[in-house]
């Protein structure tokens, strides 16, 4: 890790020392832990975050990430550090970091959405322009949200396991940075040729059964960029909503799909709907991704975690 202008960062977290942006009074504390590589090559905008974040009345660290888990130690490290709130520059994959990082303290954290799809600012309506969403980082009122829970980590969005998840695990990052989003379509195509879903089950807490050949579980309504899978979902609410996708096969994924890329909701019996505060999910190496990053695979627990996060939205 290190920081905007390549110097290591010094003892205790510190990454890039600010001045106040003003004199008078207190400035707003902000460590913006920033994605280089976000989008392409995110540094001139991470700089222009910088100086408007700066021209907005706060003093700034800047901290840029190097590797995988950087940005949840430099959001931990920030509960102690004095900082009003942490500013995440980056996709969701940086953001679930930060949370991760977060998860249980009074700290909040902001978002500048320079990723790919900016899942989470579809969701909650956060600017995907730069200076509107450094005005909302900076003048934005925090509120609590929930957080979903897999294994001892967070997520923000939703965790899946089934086709959707190998398309996820099979992404090439060079691919991604030189085609975008065009990406996930290519490994999505790779994986409809591979062959039929491997059967999931899932186990409610209240011990009944379901079962199916892919399954999403929701914090949120959107389901990468602005397709619903979840309509019911709430980042308020104290509860998950599981979608279990009924039919395997090609044919079925390919229908799965249109209808998603169509805009049109998923409907009985081809899908089942569950709400739940707990799950597990069973189906011997099928692939989970969380957030848009690949997390590992099946067995696993999922459960909500209520009010687990602080987050500045409009």
Not at 13 to 32: F, I, N, V, W, Y
Not at 122 to 141: H, N, Q, S
Not at 169 to 175: D, E, M
């Amino acid at each position: 890790m290190r920081t905007l202008h390549g110097e290591a960062p010094g003892r205790g977290g510190h990454c890039q020392g600010a001045a106040r942006a003003s004199a008078e009074g207190l400035a707003l504390k902000l460590r913006l832990i920033a994605n280089p590589v976000s989008g392409g090559d995110a540094r001139p905008r991470i700089a222009r975050a910088a100086a408007l974040l700066r021209a907005g009345g706060a003093e700034v660290e800047v901290c840029l990430t190097q590797a995988r888990g950087d940005a949840r130690r430099l959001a931990a490290q920030a509960r102690d550090g004095g900082f009003d709130r942490v500013v995440a520059a980056g996709g969701d994959g940086t953001l679930n970091e930060v949370a991760n990082g977060l998860c249980g303290a009074p700290v909040p954290v902001a978002f500048l959405p320079l990723g790919t799809v900016n899942v989470f600012a579809l969701e909650t309506g956060i600017p995907l322009e730069l200076e509107p969403a450094c005005r909302l980082a900076v003048e934005g009122r925090p509120r609590r949200i929930s957080l979903g829970r897999i294994g001892d980590e967070c997520f923000l969005l939703m965790a899946s396991a089934g086709w959707d998840a190998a398309a996820v695990a099979r992404l090439r990052p060079a691919v991604k940075r030189r085609i975008g989003r065009l990406a996930y379509g290519v490994a999505a195509l790779e994986v409809l040729l591979a062959g039929p879903p491997p059967a999931i089950a899932a186990t409610l807490a209240d011990g009944s059964r379901r079962s199916g050949y892919g399954v999403v579980v929701s914090n949120a309504r959107c389901y990468g960029g602005t397709y619903v899978v979840t309509p019911a979902a709430s980042l308020e609410s104290p509860f998950l909503e599981v979608c279990l996708f009924k039919r395997g096969g090609r044919l079925a994924m390919l229908g799965y799909a249109l209808r998603l890329a169509l805009h049109r909701p998923l409907l009985p019996p081809a899908v089942e709907f569950c709400r739940v505060e707990r799950v597990e999910l069973a189906g011997a190496g099928v692939p989970v991704q969380v957030d848009g990053d690949a997390w590992g695979t099946l067995p696993v627990v999922v459960s909500c975690q209520a009010e687990a996060l602080a987050v500045v939205l409009p």
